[in-house]
Every structure is written in structure tokens, then in C-alpha cells.
């Protein structure tokens, strides 16, 4: 079983800066691709950001210009750094792993709470 502890949501202005981090421990033999997802209330969980081991990236498209992603391979851990943050991205922000490509997601952590508001 992989655990994924998702860290760093709160509350912050528009217009502001936080960083995740997601840290992943367990059954782990490879960690081909890392994923940052977030659902807001009432909606369904959507993609944000997704990084491959050899570090390629891809982004939402509201999210483009504003979010970072990295990864640290030797902690088995990713991070997402945002920028410019708007209301829209209020969310609970969860993160999973591809161990082989194509796989499913096993289970998903608890999430971390982000709120965007003055």
C-alpha cells in the first residue's frame, strides 16, 4: 500500500503564493509520473499538474504560467508551487503516483485545504 501525505494548503489573498508538498511512502518500486489534482465543492476532482521521472511537465490550463511542479526522487516526493493565486483555485489539493505508466491511481491521501479569498 502507498501512503501520500499532502501538506502546505491555507488560507491566503488573491493574488498570493503557497507551496504543497506531497510526500509518498509505502509499497513503492517506481515512481514513473506524479500528479497534483484538486476538487473544489460541488465539482469533480480535475488535473492540475503532472511530472514525469525525467522531470517533463504538464499543466492544466488555468493553471499554466502560475503553478510549478517538481519532485525530489531521492525523498519520494513532489511539490507544487503556486503563484498569482485566484479565487478559482480554492480547493482540497491531492496528489497521487503512476508507478507503471497507464496504471490506475490506488488510493488517494486526505488532501490539503487551499483557500483563495480577501
Known amino acids: 500500500q502507498v501512503q501520500l501525505v499532502e501538506s502546505g494548503g491555507g488560507l491566503v489573498q488573491p493574488g498570493g503564493s503557497l507551496g504543497l508538498s506531497c510526500a509518498v511512502s509505502?509499497?513503492?518500486?517506481?515512481?514513473?509520473?506524479m500528479y497534483w489534482y484538486r476538487q473544489a465543492p460541488g465539482k469533480q476532482r480535475e488535473l492540475v499538474a503532472r511530472?514525469?521521472?525525467?522531470?517533463?511537465?504538464n499543466y492544466a490550463d488555468s493553471v499554466k504560467g502560475r503553478f510549478t511542479i517538481s519532485r525530489d526522487n531521492a525523498k519520494n516526493t513532489v511539490y507544487l508551487q503556486m503563484n498569482s493565486l485566484k479565487p478559482e483555485d480554492t480547493a482540497v489539493y491531492y496528489c497521487n503516483i503512476e508507478q507503471i505508466p497507464g496504471a490506475p491511481f490506488g488510493p488517494w491521501g486526505q488532501g490539503t485545504q487551499v483557500t483563495v479569498s480577501s
Open positions: 511530472i514525469s521521472s525525467g522531470g517533463s511537465t
Open positions: 509505502g509499497s513503492i518500486f517506481n515512481i514513473y509520473a
